[in-house]
């Protein structure tokens, strides 16, 4: 209920106010983002130059606000500035490691990207029901903590390899 | 301290033991020690870098749990460590130092995780801690603790344990194999010192210690031994110089003791002397009544004596003489003088210098007045007495009578039966004269006579209260008689006579002067004919002045050729012709004219004159010979006999005085015949037989003179080495009357038996010649053939001879061996009007 309450909040937020809640959820998440890229290999072919950034795309709704922003500032991934982007369409996902979509625009992005063929995306998404087969991982909220789902062969799908530590971490993995 | 003392007086078993256990467990124990620290070093080295190790692959792997804040995955990589059995706890704590995880071994949960440091280890409390930053990249994610059980103390609580045991162990074992080299040391050290104890307490320089180790304690017993080496031939040295000197000294003490003599000692720096107890007690005084100044000594010599005594004692001092030898007169306490002997050695000291003189002093008062062998007086006791008889018969007048006594042949006794024999005999002759004496007290005489031994055979009596010259001549017929008597000496019998002079007082004023009258009236009763008495007259002196001067004439008429020859033909009876010549001294006297060789042969054999004599003779007689063969040829060649007188036969040079006379002169060995008498022999016949045996040895003739008249046994001549017997003329004299035959045949047998040839001595009858030829015997000497020619007659009669020989020859064509030569003494033409009766036939 209160998450509810958070998502909601966190909507609201992107047009300007911190809901502490909502966004140590989100900081959480954000964190896990960046975390996420820690524990990833991507393929040769995403980057152009070492020196490129690691991008972090936030498709449709932006839940993450600031904190977002906040953890990747300055931080690197292995040689790549970290930065985050905001995109709205699913076309612009060019140059993006990873792509988090957010619930709303879940189903067109798959098509999308279905559709382009692009790999290299670690995209990450929020399913609340069901079983996403689309992303890579799915964050879910388990007793107040955040947890994520690993799909492996979408992983592979997308020429990502997964450390095992993080596989171990995950509720599910998919194969 | 007491320590210390304790220290020194260990001895060196402990110490090597204390060394050596020190030594062990020193090196042990630093070993220990280092291995120890450095054990625990390592240990804890190992334990951090196994733990951080640990924490560094669980912070690695709790990277992503603490990334996505995923306690569970963080629990469950702790939980690996379970089996991990020394890690008793592990937290992870988040970036901001808050546990995140925790895990606990034992179940027992602490209340709280232990508080966050920084990175690394830390032990505390028995346990270690390390703690890892977990980090992913550059970000910090958090700490991991790992706690494990510092079981390093258990390791090392066991590693000590170990390290006991060993250390025990291996001190156990040095001690037991160092007490080997411990002993080799010790024993030696005590085996030595053992020696030196057992040397030192029983006194024995002659153990040595074993060298049962070299080195420097080989090295200590050698010296030891050496020490030891030296010690024993000092002390050995010193023993024998003080067994050498306790000899000496017991010796002397002995000697002092059996002499009875007394001692003086004489230290001239504090002047005084020691007189022994027995030199007091001769004196007369009390063990030490003397004190000990040498006045004692000097005060008491005799007067007379004392200038002397005095000189001979600054001699002996001095070192001019060896030793003092003197003998003189001391005052006895009882105021008589004794006779005295003292000797003396000077004490010299290291630097040569005389301080001291000691010596014995002996007691001769009897020596001086009694002769030792038969008892009787001497012959200073006689001087003295006779001193005061003449004193007395000047003050109260009166007659005494100074008897002396010779014994007769005493010297032919003394040599041919031996000393002891003659001892003997003497002995008994003084009990016989005391005898006599005895007997012969005048009536109311106060004074017995004195009877005295003056020395040698020589006795003599001093008579007192003589009336005249009768008395005196009892009592020498009646020792004479006495006399008679045969004498038992050594089992036999023997007879003995003397002859005694008598002399007067009134012919002297002095001792001398009797007692010379006494001897001159002696001398001439044995000139007269032995066993008789003579009584001293005036001319009697003139006789003795006669005799003395004939020897003192004698000694010069050797060198001043008064002595000559004289030569008696030997013939042999078968053909009267001459064989050899006797030659018989004669002394041709500037004022006596010729002397026959009784006048003047007795006076020289009782000196070493008839030595001399004896010697030219024996010279004289060769050369002579030796001339003659030259001159006279004859085959066989003339010999020449000479006598040799006893004294001659005992004179060592007799050997060496033949060989070198018949070198000088050339003449042949066989040729010279030395006689000597039968008497002379018997004296000592060993002695004799080898002096004859080694004549025999230079080839001479020997010949026994006057046989049958000595004391011999016939057995014994045929030890003897003799080649011919010449037969005494007492019994050639009794030839034709009783058993003179007999004997002289006996003689014969004896002399044919041992294949001697015998010549007849003193033959002055044609029935003796033919009595001689009768019974076998060879050859003869006497009147009836020829009485001593002298030199020059002996001569002419050769040159004779030897012209008939040639004249011989020639007509008989020179056959000289058909004829013998030949000079019929007695008739000197008779052989050779023989010959020419032959030849004209």
Redesign the interface.
């Known amino acids: 209920m209160v998450l509810r309450l958070s998502l909601a909040m966190v909507l609201a937020a992107q047009f300007g106010g911190d809901l502490r809640a909502q966004l140590d959820e989100y900081q959480?998440k954000a964190?896990?983002l960046q975390?996420f890229a820690?524990?990833i290999e991507w393929p040769a072919e995403a980057f152009s130059s070492p020196s490129e950034p690691f991008t972090i795309c936030v498709l449709g709704q932006d839940p993450f606000g600031r904190s977002l922003d906040d953890a990747v500032a300055g931080?690197?991934i292995?040689t790549h500035p970290i930065a985050a982007r905001r995109i709205a369409d699913a076309r612009l996902t060019t140059g993006c490691q990873i792509l988090y979509v957010s619930s709303s625009q879940q189903k067109h992005v798959f098509s999308i990207l279905a559709a382009g063929k692009q790999t290299g995306i670690l995209t990450v998404g929020e399913a609340r029901d069901g079983t996403p087969e689309d992303v890579v991982i799915n964050l879910t909220l388990e007793q107040g903590?955040?947890r994520?789902e690993i799909n492996l062969r979408k992983a592979n799908e997308e020429k990502l390899h997964i450390?095992a530590?993080?596989l171990?971490?995950a509720t599910v993995v998919r194969k | 301290m007491k320590l210390k003392g304790a220290i020194a007086n260990s001895s060196i078993r402990a110490r090597l033991s204390v060394l050596i256990i020190l030594n062990s467990s020193l090196a042990l124990l630093l070993a220990g020690v280092a291995l120890f620290g450095y054990e625990t070093y390592q240990q804890r080295q190992a334990a951090t870098r196994e733990l951080s190790a640990n924490a560094g692959i669980l912070a690695e792997?709790a990277?992503?749990?603490l990334?996505?804040?995923?306690e569970h995955?963080a629990a469950q990589i702790l939980a690996a460590l379970r089996g991990d059995q020394n890690i008793v706890e592990a937290v992870i704590y988040d970036r901001y130092g808050l546990p995140f995880s925790r895990y606990q071994r034992d179940g027992k949960l602490r209340s709280s995780s232990p508080p966050l440091r920084p990175a690394g280890a830390y032990f505390e409390n028995g346990t270690l801690l390390a703690f890892q930053s977990i980090n992913?990249?550059?970000?910090r994610l958090g700490t991991i603790l790992l706690r494990s059980t510092n079981d390093v103390y258990d390791r090392l609580r066991r590693f000590i344990v170990i390290v006991c045991v060993v250390m025990i162990l291996s001190l156990g074992l040095s001690v037991l194999l160092g007490s080997r080299t411990q002993r080799s040391i010790a024993n030696p050290i005590t085996a030595l010192s053992v020696v030196a104890r057992r040397v030192s307490v029983e006194k024995d320089y002659s153990v040595r210690a074993s060298r049962i180790t070299g080195g420097e304690i080989g090295s200590l017993i050698d010296s030891f031994n050496d020490m030891l080496t030296r010690i024993e031939a000092h002390e050995t040295a010193r023993q024998t110089a003080e067994e050498s000197l306790r000899e000496s000294e017991e010796r002397y003490a002995l000697a002092a003791r059996g002499a009875n003599d007394g001692l003086w000692d004489w230290k001239l720096s504090t002047n005084k002397m020691y007189f022994s107890p027995r030199w007091n007690q001769m004196l007369g005084y009390e063990d030490a009544e003397l004190g000990t100044s040498p006045e004692e000594w000097f005060s008491r010599i005799h007067p007379s004596d004392r200038e002397r005594v005095m000189q001979e004692a600054c001699e002996a001092w001095d070192g001019r003489k060896p030793l003092l030898t003197t003998e003189y007169r001391m005052r006895h306490k009882n105021g008589s003088f004794i006779w005295v002997l003292t000797r003396g050695l000077a004490v010299r000291d290291d630097k040569g210098g005389t301080d001291r003189m000691a010596g014995s002093q002996t007691d001769i008062t009897e020596g001086k007045i009694a002769d030792p062998l038969t008892a009787l007086p001497n012959r200073l006791y006689f001087t003295d007495r006779l001193d005061s008889a003449i004193e007395t018969a000047h003050q109260h007048g009166g007659l005494f009578a100074v008897l002396f006594l010779d014994l007769d042949k005493f010297k032919l006794v003394n040599d041919s039966l031996g000393h002891a024999a003659g001892d003997e005999l003497l002995m008994g002759v003084a009990l016989r004269l005391r005898l006599s004496a005895f007997a012969s007290v005048p009536e109311g005489n106060g004074n017995a006579s004195v009877i005295a031994r003056l020395g040698g055979d020589e006795f003599s009596i001093l008579l007192y209260d003589v009336r005249d010259e009768g008395d005196a001549i009892i009592l020498a017929e009646r020792i004479l008689e006495k006399l008679k008597a045969p004498f038992q000496i050594e089992g036999r019998q023997m007879f003995a006579s003397a002859s005694v002079g008598i002399a007067l007082s009134s012919s002297g004023e002095t001792p001398e002067d009797l007692m010379r009258n006494a001897d001159t009236a002696m001398y001439q009763a044995k000139a007269k004919g032995k066993s008789r008495y003579e009584v001293f007259n005036e001319q009697m002196r003139e006789l003795a002045m006669a005799r003395l001067e004939i020897e003192t004439d004698l000694r010069k008429a050797i060198d001043e050729r008064q002595l000559v020859l004289y030569y008696q033909a030997e013939v042999s009876l078968s053909n009267h012709r001459t064989i050899g010549y006797e030659a018989l001294v004669r002394w041709n006297h500037p004022t006596r004219g010729i002397l026959s060789p009784a006048e003047f042969v007795p006076v020289a054999e009782e000196s070493d004159l008839i030595v001399h004599l004896g010697r030219w003779v024996l010279r004289e007689a060769c050369r002579q010979m030796a001339v003659w063969h030259e001159r006279y040829p004859c085959e066989p060649p003339l010999t020449i006999s000479v006598n040799v007188s006893p004294r001659q036969l005992s004179d060592p040079r007799l050997l060496q005085d033949v060989e070198d006379v018949l070198a000088e002169t050339g003449l042949s060995p066989r040729c010279l015949h030395l006689e000597v008498t039968e008497s002379s022999i018997m004296g000592n016949p060993d002695a004799a037989l080898t002096t004859l045996r080694r004549l025999k040895l230079l080839n001479v003739g020997l010949e026994i003179d006057d046989f049958g008249t000595g004391y011999s046994s016939l057995s014994c001549l045929h030890l003897l080495p003799f080649d011919t017997v010449k037969i005494d003329r007492s019994f050639i004299k009794e030839l034709g009357f009783g058993e003179g035959s007999e004997i002289v045949r006996t003689i014969l047998a004896l002399a044919r038996s041992l294949d001697m040839s015998v010549v007849a001595e003193g033959v002055e009858t044609k029935e003796q010649t033919h009595t001689l030829t009768d019974l076998g015997c060879n050859f003869a000497q006497g009147y009836y053939f020829s009485k001593p020619k002298s030199c020059q007659t002996t001569e002419a009669l050769l040159e004779e001879r030897s012209q008939l020989h040639h004249a011989f020859n020639l007509l008989q064509g020179g056959n000289p061996a058909g004829i013998p030569p030949g000079n019929p003494p007695g008739n000197p033409g008779l052989e050779y009007q023989r010959k020419t009766e032959l030849m004209a036939s």
């Not at chain 2, 990334?67 to 995923?70: G, H, R």
């Open positions: 959480v964190a896990f975390n820690k524990f931080k690197l292995a903590k955040v994520f450390s530590r993080l171990s971490l | 792997s990277t992503a749990a990334s996505f804040n995923d995955a992913l990249g550059p970000d």
